[in-house]
C-alpha cells in the first residue's frame, strides 16, 4: 500500500517571501500521480498542483512550482511571494495510475501554512 | 457548475441516533468518491462510485454506514446508531471519468459536512 507523509505539522512564512513545504510517500508503481490541495478554513479543499511521474519536468502553476524527486520519492511544493490568502492546511495526495479502487487518493495529515503581514 | 455540493454543512447529534448526509457532484462526473477527515489528519477514502455503482468501500465503513447513489447523480452517506468516534469532516470528491484527457485525474471536493456525535 501506498503512504504519504507529511513530517511538518506547521510552518510560517512573511508576507511576499518564499516557503517551501515538504513531503515524501512510499510505493513500489514506477507511475503515479501526485497532488497538492490546500484547504483554507472551512472552506472546501482545492487543486494547487498536479505532477505526472512519468514527466521530468517539475510542474508549475503561477507562484507555485513543485520540487519532484522521483528516486527520493520525495514531492515538495514551494510557495513564491506568498500572500496572506495561502494561509491554509496543505495537503499532499497520491494517485495510483490504475483505475477502480485505486484511483483513491492517499492523502498525508497535512500542513498548516500561517503567512505573518 | 457550482461544484461540488454538500448538506448539510454541520450536523449535531447525539450518540445512537441516526444521521443522513447529501453530496450532489459536478453534471457530467461519473465519478464521486466519499472520504472522511479527523482532526490534524488527512482525508482517509471510504468508498466510491462509478455511476450508480458502488465499486469500493473501505474497511474503515463499518457495517453502520451505507452510501447510495441511485441515479448515478446525487449520493447519500447514512450513519446509522452514530458513535462518539464518528464525529469528523466527511468529504465528498466527483471526477471525469479517467480515460479523459480533460479528467487528468484530478478530483474536485465539496465543501464537507462536519459531524459531532455528543
Known amino acids: 500500500a501506498q503512504t504519504v507523509t507529511q513530517s511538518q505539522p506547521e510552518m510560517s512564512v512573511q508576507e511576499a517571501e518564499t516557503v517551501t513545504l515538504s513531503c515524501t510517500y512510499d510505493t513500489s508503481e514506477s507511475d503515479y500521480y501526485l497532488f497538492w490541495y490546500k484547504q483554507p478554513p472551512s472552506r472546501q479543499m482545492i487543486l494547487v498542483i498536479r505532477?505526472?511521474?512519468?514527466?521530468?519536468q517539475n510542474a508549475t502553476e503561477n507562484r507555485f512550482s513543485v520540487n519532484f524527486q522521483k528516486a527520493a520519492k520525495s514531492f515538495s511544493l514551494k510557495i513564491s511571494d506568498s500572500q496572506l490568502g495561502d494561509a491554509a492546511m496543505y495537503f499532499c495526495?497520491?494517485?495510483?495510475?490504475?483505475?477502480?479502487?485505486?484511483?483513491?487518493?492517499?492523502f498525508g495529515k497535512g500542513i498548516t501554512l500561517s503567512v505573518r503581514p | 457548475d457550482t461544484g461540488v455540493s454538500q448538506d448539510p454543512r454541520h450536523k449535531i447529534t447525539k450518540r445512537g441516533q441516526n444521521v443522513t448526509f447529501r453530496c450532489d457532484p459536478i453534471?457530467?462526473?461519473?465519478?464521486l468518491y466519499w472520504y472522511r477527515q479527523t482532526l490534524g489528519q488527512g482525508p482517509e477514502f471510504l468508498t466510491y462510485f462509478q455511476n450508480e455503482a458502488q465499486l469500493e468501500k473501505s474497511r474503515l465503513l463499518s457495517d453502520r454506514f451505507s452510501a447510495e447513489r441511485p441515479k448515478g447523480s446525487f449520493s447519500t452517506l447514512e450513519i446509522q446508531r452514530t458513535e462518539q468516534g464518528d464525529s469528523a469532516m466527511y468529504l465528498c470528491a466527483s471526477s471525469l471519468p479517467p480515460g479523459l484527457e480533460l479528467a487528468k485525474n484530478i478530483q474536485y471536493f465539496g465543501a464537507g459536512t462536519r459531524l459531532s456525535v455528543l
Open positions: 495526495a497520491y494517485r495510483s495510475p490504475f483505475d477502480g479502487a485505486n484511483s483513491k487518493l492517499t
Open positions: 505532477q505526472e511521474a512519468y514527466k521530468q
Open positions: 453534471s457530467e462526473h461519473n465519478r
